[in-house]
């Protein structure tokens, strides 16, 4: 069961949880039906400037799966498709987790459509405070 307990941060009301892409990499991701594939900023990571710099040149050189995104905003971005394995996402594991790295500079972590797509939303009006999903693995 995945989690996504509800967050106001400024003028940010969202639901969000954490995502563990491995033992030392997570992110605070936020649940968005308005988002059609799972985004990722690199500087969401928090990386050091010269982690950063190795990641963008590995990914530049070596993906050719690439997407171009348009942000809420209007503003256009690319993205690396990547897939990650045993990804523990609000507490539960994933096998194969994809999602699009973006090298953007600004922080960006958004669980799309193409997700959520393959979940079971359950709604209890006793914790209307959080969203609760069960995700529908195959092999």
Same mark, same amino acid.
């Given at each position: 069961m995945?989690?996504?307990r509800y967050r106001v941060v400024g003028n940010d009301k969202s639901y969000r949880c954490n995502l563990n892409l491995s033992k030392n990499l997570g992110v605070n991701i936020k649940f968005d039906t308005g988002a059609? +594939?799972?985004v990722i900023s690199a500087a969401s990571l928090r990386l +050091?400037? +010269? @982690? =950063?710099s190795l990641l963008k040149e590995y990914m530049q050189s070596k993906f050719t799966v690439r997407m171009n995104f348009k942000a809420a905003s209007g503003s256009d971005f690319g @993205? *690396? =498709?990547?897939c990650a394995h045993n990804v523990v996402l609000g507490g539960s594991v994933i096998k194969k987790f994809y999602y699009f790295l973006t090298m953007q500079d600004r922080k960006l972590a958004?669980? @799309?459509v193409d997700f959520l797509t393959y979940c079971l939303y359950i *709604?209890?009006?006793r914790c209307k405070w959080k969203f609760i999903y069960h995700f529908i693995q195959s092999g």
């Open positions: 995945i989690e996504f059609s +594939s799972t +050091s400037n +010269s @982690g =950063l @993205g *690396y =498709l990547c958004l669980l @799309g *709604y209890s009006w």
